[in-house]
């Protein structure tokens, strides 16, 4: 008997003892499991800014976890041993990372590196009990997700790092996923009030100005308010392409500075990544690990997207 996964956009049925299309999910037996249920392979403390979220938390260390597996195979993958190789790790139940988490003064639980959406049982798992705990969490994802995620992420997890990798084009032919989806998970992440960034990788050669107007404009139109633009490197199936170069982003960011999008930053960068009033223009701080006090402007009281304590 098939089986249905409703874990992403992909919606896999699959085949008694057969695999989705992550190859994470499975079916066993008529029933539906997760491959490796709990073993986390990657477990380290970060700064929050490397999500990269420079409105949430500014200045804290958030304790970042990543599984095995990815819904999406994009030929730049930065952590394809984790997300395409499926790199087996220790099991670690989802109280002892709260716990380790709680006791060493994490403000913030990160499911980052891979997808989590493949692995969301268990990232709903720990998500629960940090909520208990009073620890916020963070999801990192591609965005590929289905309604019926979304549903069950929204009212646990605090903030999102969502890629916007390119247009429909990009998406099928580099990162063999979908676009629509992703905006879907854009616009109600949104519409929940819940914390959202979003990052385009900038790849020189293939995100033109075109393309990051195009971007803007879905940005704009499901109403975010922090856009991160960030420097390609060659990594996976894309190791032949020289990397973005700094002058190349200047130009970018530049562009996408032409929407009605509040904050906007340029990442793996030595470019500046100051923050400044929509309002008045006065620049609130210049390295973006520092708070805003109040989480408004001292000078003209605007209120500055975010959660700041
Ligand atoms: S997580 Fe997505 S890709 Fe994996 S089995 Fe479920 S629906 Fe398919």
Known sequence: ?????DFCYRKCQISENGYGWCRVRKNEKGRIESEGFGHIPAIASDPVEK???YHFLPGTMT???GASGCNLSCDFCQNWTLSQNHEKGEYIAAEAVVEFAGKNGFPSISFTYSEPLVWQDY????AAKAKEMGIRTIMVSNGDASEEAMNRILPLLDAFNIDLKGDEGFYRNICHGELQPVLRTIQRITESGKHLEVTTLVI??????????????????SGVSVWHLTRFYPHYKMIDRSPTSELYLAKIIDIAKETNIPYIYPGNSVLKAETRCPGCGKTLRKHIG???EDGSCPYCG?????VWN
């Open 1 to 5: 008997m098939k089986v249905l996964c």
């Open 204 to 221: 020189e050669g293939i995100h033109d100005g075109k393309m990051i107007r195009a971007l803007g404009k879905m940005l704009e139109d």
């Open 123 to 126: 990232m709903l798992e720990t």
């Open 290 to 292: 520092e708070t805003i």
């Open 302 to 306: 605007e209120r500055i997207y975010g």
């Open 63 to 65: 304790l970042s976890l």
């Open 51 to 53: 999500k990269p979220l």
